[in-house]
Structure formats: C-alpha cells, structure tokens
C-alpha cells in the first residue's frame, strides 16, 4: 500500500513541475532533488542502521516523509507552490529515503533463508511493481478529476500506515557499535565492499546501467506531454504498463537465471531495454509503446534484482546495510548523472532524439559490463 502511495506521489511531482515549467531540465530535476541526498548520505546512513535499532530508524524516517509529503500535499491545495518548494519538499523526501532504504533493504535477510533470498528480492520488486502498474493509473485519474495534491495526501496517509505496523513489529534482535567508532565502522564497510570482487563488479554494473537506462525515467513526463500529447491519465497509464513489464518478468526471473546464469540474464535485460527505450522514441502508435514499456519494465527490473542480490548474497550480517548502502549510493549517483545528461540534451536537441542516443548509449554499456562478471551465487 505504501508503494502504492510512492508511485502516485511521483506521477503527481513528475506532473506538477512539467505544468509548473516543462522545461526537460526542470522536471528533469525533480528525480535528481530526489537522489542528491541518497548520493551524498546513503553510506553514512548505512553505517547508522548498522549500529543503532533499525526498527527505531525506521519509524524516524516514515515520520519524516509523512511530514513533508502532507507539507507538499497543503501547498498544492493551496495554489502556492512553486518550482523550488517543490524541489526543496522532493529533496526532503529524498532525505528521508536515504535513511529508509538500506536500513529496509538490511532487514529483508532477517526474514529468509539465504537459499531463498533471491526470491524474496523477486517478491519485493513484484510488490513495488504491482503498486508501479496501479498507482500511476490511479494517480493519473485522480490528478484529472481533483488535482495533483491528492496524490501527495494518498501518500502522506500510506507512511502513516506503515509507521502502525512498524509500531507492533516485535524483533528480536538489535544492532550494536561493536567497540568501533563511526569512522572506523564506515571505513570497515567501504574496505569490504571495494575488496569483495563481486560487489564491485555489480557496482559497476549499476552505473553502466542505470546511467543511461535513466533517460526513460527523467524524460518520462515530457514524453507523455508532448512527443505522445497524453494527458496525466494517459501518463498514469503508461508508467503502469512499465510496472506490468516488471511484474510478468518478477515471475519468470529465478528460472531464467537458473538456465542462463546472472550474467547472460543481465546481459539479455539490457539489449532489452534499449530495444524498448528506441522503439518507445520512434513511434507514437499506441500498440508499440505498449510493448516498449512492458519491455522495459521487465528489463529494468530484471538486472536491478540481478544485482541487488549478487551484493546481498555477499554481505556478513553485521555490515549489510553499509553494504547496501553502497549499492544504493551507486544507483543514486547514476540517477543524477544520468538525469541531468538527459535533460541537458533533450533541451539542445529533443526528447526523442535523447532516448535513442541513451538507448545507443545502453548497447556499448552492455558490452563494457560483460567485463566485469557477477558468477553464480553460492
């Protein structure tokens, strides 16, 4: 349910600066206002969920994103927002984020047998998926017919729901300093990820990825708008069917990575999306961008979880979140990198020539990463 609320605050944040000011780069930076804090704070909110209470951290930061999400949703309704306070409440939700996700994604082991990790990453990501295919869709109708603040409150109310259930989760365990100070402890995290080969291999594997695969999510609104003139439903709709792409691929991921291997698997996901990335840039007909979307959303999802749990399956239990927090940092930075590229070509030359020059830009990425072996996991 919280996904739900997720998705439909960013069709809403992605929607509002593009009628705010469609400028590529503008809406473009509203991704990168979400990312920056998880650049510049993610690994030293890892080395945190690694020594203090992380259902305690948790709760610290649902309340943080309630607050400043209900702060944007009052804005909105109000009609006095602006580019910069919606920059300004996106990088506060971001804040929260940062300190939300490796401390979410450490604790996911606690609940399952390593054997079975693989899938309980899949499970995740068919849940955050499921939510991607019904949230925008909802957001996109209830953005026509109310305006953008609903989404922001729908979303507001669903961090409240999670902080009830994090309220009677009852863990046994807690996390401790083990006699190390904050330095030393993220020092620790950093020697061993940089040292553990298939980490650093799945690292480098995120930003040959993600930066240009991000062209589809920091041009997306201006896509809609204006190279297919659909409405915020029609925009709803189509971050929905990259959510159905990455829901239909969830299902099938564990027997195709037991056939082929992680690395043949990521390498097929990534020849895929750029496939879906050009063809969505070359027509409008609604059928193909269809298929482009649901291609992409299988991809993107595909080599995600592929790395997620070559870095999971890696990691001791008492450096998990500042390994993960790694990990995360490296999508962020690419996110940023790559929105920011995007956006600036988009507004020298435009948004369809962007994404076939990010979808040529994937083909050469994925031959580099062939290069950098992720192996089975054991």
Known sequence: M????????????????????????????????????????????????????????????????????????????????RE??????????????????PTWQASIPELVPRKQLSRAIALGSISFNLARAVGPAIAGSLIALLGVWVAFSIN???????????????????????????GRSLYQGLRYVYRKRAIRHALISVLLFVVPASALWSLLPLVAKTQLEWGPTGFGVLVGMIGVGAVLAARVLPR??????????????????ALGLFSLASTNHPVVVAFATVIMGGSWMTVLTTLNTTVQVHLPGRMRARGMSCYLTAIAISMSLGSMTWGTIAEHLDVTGAQKIAAATIVVTAAIRTRFRLGAWH
């Open 2 to 81: 919280s996904n739900i609320g997720t998705w439909m605050h960013e069709i809403g944040a992605g929607w509002l600066m593009a009628e705010l000011n469609d400028s590529p780069q503008m809406v473009s930076a509203v991704r990168t206002a979400m990312a920056t804090p998880i650049v510049l704070l993610a690994i030293p909110a890892g080395v945190l969920a690694d020594r203090i209470n992380r259902r305690h951290l948790l709760l610290l930061t649902q309340s943080l994103m309630l607050c400043s999400t209900a702060l944007l949703a009052v804005l909105t309704f109000s009609g006095v927002i």
């Open 256 to 273: 195709i990575q037991s056939r082929f291997g992680n690395d043949r698997t990521a390498l097929a996901a990534m020849l895929g999306f």
């Open 156 to 182: 507001a109310a669903s961090f409240a729901g999670v902080i009830a259930v994090l309220l009677i989760w009852k863990r046994n365990r807690s996390e401790s300093t083990r006699g190390l100070s904050f």
């Open 84 to 101: 910069w306070s919606l920059l300004t409440l996106t990088f506060m939700t971001g804040l929260g984020m940062t300190l939300h996700v």
